[in-house]
């Protein structure tokens, strides 16, 4: 198992940038594909990015290609995603995943791990 707790949200200007970290322990971090998540009011979660064990490999959800990087310190037990060019429909809670299968993003309930979410609103 793996417990993850992410940190970084907060308000922030359309235009803007924020970066987003989560902080993993319980298991070997290599091991796990993890990746991000949204939900905003209303709607349905939201797959955003997703990163392999070894950090070769990443794949964007199509909303936020070109302006999110998911990246991953393997030896810290972090991963984080650097948001740019933020956009008020970038508002949402962001969560972190995790799961021994890269592909599990395309699994309609996700991840297996979650961590608790951190809010991030982008004002216009």
């Known amino acids: 198992q793996v417990q993850l707790v992410e940190s970084g949200g907060g308000l922030v200007q359309a235009g803007g940038s924020l970066r987003l970290s989560c902080a993993a322990s319980g298991s070997i971090f290599s091991t796990y594909a993890m990746g991000w998540y949204r939900q905003a009011p209303g709607k349905e979660r939201e797959f955003v990015a997703v990163?392999?064990?070894?950090?070769?490999?990443?794949y964007y959800g199509d909303s936020v290609k070109g302006r999110f990087t998911i990246s991953r310190d393997n030896a810290k037990n972090t991963v984080s995603l650097q948001m740019n060019s933020l956009k008020p429909e970038d508002t949402a809670v962001y969560y972190c995943a995790g799961d021994r299968e890269y592909l599990a993003y395309r699994r309609p309930k996700g991840f297996d791990y979650w961590g608790q979410g951190t809010q991030v609103t982008v004002s216009s």
């Open positions: 990163i392999s064990g070894s950090g070769g490999t990443k």
